[in-house]
């Protein structure tokens, strides 16, 4: 228990990735071997269960844990970087981050609960993808140094572009009752008719 404990932040930032990436490995093994995949359900429970133990750990592990008084990072942990010259990830939290750690694996449980009924039509993806997204956004959060707040920031570009574009609201600006959105719809797409002034 000593162990988990010295590696606490390590743990809560890598445990809603590597189950979202167990998931999707054992889904990809039971396609190959022609095996039924897990039933939804069980997906949307390892993601509730993968929340709240994320949530549990964070609050139990880290905010009980946290020393207001200390000045500088608290539970800093290092991955990677062997080597002189090799890059690491410096994980860490100060004050104001254990805010921002404590309420996003907060909200995490409470989106999953919430969406029950909205994604039924896709649950093992929307899954996968906030799993994906808490992992990467705990990661940023609790990052000490550029190059991990930057590894971060990029892991969590596909999984935003994939809720934006997949679970991003039907008729919202531009779309029809089908959520497609239209070419001309596209802020990249569009142009204003007046001519630019020289």
Request: aromatic share 10%; proline share 7%; with cysteine.
């Amino acid at each position: 228990m000593e162990w988990l404990f010295d590696r606490i932040l390590l743990v809560v930032v890598a445990l809603p990735a590597l189950v979202a990436l167990s998931l999707a490995r054992l889904g990809t093994l039971q396609t190959l071997f022609g095996i039924a995949h897990l039933p939804e359900r069980v997906w949307r429970d390892a993601g509730l269960a993968t929340g709240f133990a994320t949530f549990v750990l964070a609050v139990f592990g880290i905010a009980l844990r946290f020393d207001p008084e200390r000045l500088g990072p608290q539970f800093v942990a290092t991955v990677g970087g062997a080597l002189s010259q090799e890059p690491r990830l410096l994980l860490g939290v100060d004050g104001i981050g254990l805010c921002f750690l404590i309420s996003t694996v907060g909200l995490v449980p409470i989106a999953l609960l919430s969406s029950r009924r909205e994604t039924e039509e896709s649950v093992r993806s929307w899954i996968f993808v906030v799993l994906m997204l808490e992992s990467s956004l705990l990661g940023a959060i609790t990052s000490l140094n550029l190059h991990g707040f930057l590894y971060f920031w990029a892991q969590s570009l596909p999984p935003i572009l994939v809720w934006l574009g997949r679970w991003g609201g039907e008729d919202g600006p531009g779309g029809d009752a089908s959520g497609r959105r239209s070419p001309s719809a596209s802020p990249v797409c569009s142009s204003s008719s007046s001519p630019s002034p020289r």
